[in-house]
């Protein structure tokens, strides 16, 4: 490296995240081709700074410069679920660079998804596959109310065929899904994904049986989601976390908030980020329900659980480096912005206050959270606005 060079673009004086020390700085970020190359903290350079040496420079002062998002928990099997959102308008164009689609596609689905989603798309796209065979194709049928839909080899055949693309298996525990049979059922998908070795991800909300009694069934590295759902049988018990759900998080059983159309409810996250329970990995649960409101994205997302008492320090490293460790992906350089790591970066800024409502339709008013630039691989993104109204 030498003071000659010359870069394609600079990121200039923005607060620069670090999700894995817990960090930020005032620094500017140089990019060449694809990769970082550069990263310059302002307070403590003495040198000539990278502007004066990029080719293009954008101004990112009071901005948030953050590594690339990664979505753990979406549904984007569009035109063939009804379900699905597409990709690259409901995420990559609202700053999300890789996500995690989560079991709307199942093992007889998998090759329509794997051939006109994952093989084109420019974001990195995975998977948690369906426990049954059909995939979420419709939330009007429990795709488990059938018990003969989970067939456990397909599953298996599939991940095992394609584990760049299958980072773990889902089952929806709601009654509705999987009718009085969720203890067999449940046991049988935790069997498939221990011989294929990776974790389950578990839908709560109206589970038939109280959380603990689920709890105790989970292995480390498996995943609870809708983490703060308002249906029955969620986190707390007279506004108080349970023992049993914080006894599960230490033991390495990890907990997604995944907002959703039904259950993200500010009721529950609020006293449960105050009592000092956070979700291991933030996602927006985004569909084809949902993607206009009340979820609209993970960045809204994260704004609505900054207004609950979570600092951005505790919502970047969740929605960057914690579910690339979760999928796999930060093998492949997400989640983190480091020099020699992959361009792929997420420039957002506060914007006006605005009424942001949970699951539920509780309200509150907060400053958004706002793309106002995306790197995916070095490739500048073209941004979509937001989808709702500001108050």
């Given amino acids: 490296m030498t003071e000659e060079q010359v870069f394609d673009l600079v990121l200039a004086g923005g607060t620069v995240y670090d999700p894995v020390s817990g960090t930020h700085q005032i620094a500017d970020v140089a990019v060449t081709g694809d990769r970082i190359s550069q990263i310059v903290n302002r307070t403590d350079s003495t040198g000539p700074s990278p502007a004066s040496r990029a080719r293009e420079v954008v101004d990112c002062t009071g901005a948030y410069v953050l590594p690339g998002l990664v979505e753990g928990h979406t549904h984007i099997f569009a035109d063939v679920s009804k379900v699905g959102a597409p990709p690259e308008e409901a995420h990559l164009r609202r700053g999300v660079v890789a996500a995690a689609d989560a079991g709307t596609v199942g093992a007889s ?13 420019p974001m990195r796209l995975v ?84 959380l603990p009694v689920v709890l105790e069934m989970l292995r480390p590295g498996d995943i609870v989601s809708h983490a703060y759902t308002g249906k029955p049988h969620g986190i707390l018990r ?47 649960d985004t569909s084809a329900r949902n993607w206009r409101g ?46 020699g790591g992959p361009a792929h970066v997420t420039v957002l800024r506060d ?35 937001w989808r709702g109204q500001p108050a």
């Fill in 109 to 121: 689905t998998f090759a329509a998804f794997h051939r006109y989603l994952v093989t084109p798309s």
């Fill in 127 to 210: 998977n948690f596959l369906n426990v049954s065979v059909l995939g979420l194709i419709d939330f009007r049928f429990g795709e488990l109310l059938n018990p003969a839909t989970l067939v456990p080899e397909d599953a298996l055949a599939v991940a095992r065929a394609h584990p760049e693309t299958v980072r773990g298996f889902k089952i929806r525990l709601s009654e509705d899904v999987v009718g009085h049979a969720w203890r067999p059922l449940l046991k049988a998908s935790l069997e498939l994904a221990a011989d294929a070795g990776l974790p389950l991800m578990m839908h709560i909300g109206e589970t038939e049986e109280p």
């Fill in 294 to 339: 009340p979820v609209f994205d993970l960045v809204t997302s994260m704004a609505k659980l900054r207004a609950l008492g979570m600092t951005m320090d505790e919502i970047v490293s969740r929605v960057t480096i914690a579910p690339a460790r979760v999928l796999g992906l930060d093998a492949e350089g997400y989640g983190t912005l480091v020099p």
């Fill in 238 to 284: 007279d506004g108080t976390v349970l023992d049993e759900v914080r006894a599960a998080q230490q033991r390495g059983v990890l907990f997604d908030c995944a907002h959703g159309r039904s259950n993200l409810s500010f009721e529950v996250a609020r006293p449960a980020i105050a009592q000092g329970f956070l979700p291991d990995f933030i996602s927006s």
């Fill in 351 to 385: 914007t006006e206050e605005t009424v942001l409502p949970d699951a539920a339709g509780n309200q509150i008013v907060a400053p958004r959270l706002e793309p106002v630039f995306v790197l995916n691989g070095g490739q500048r993104v073209e941004l979509t606005g």
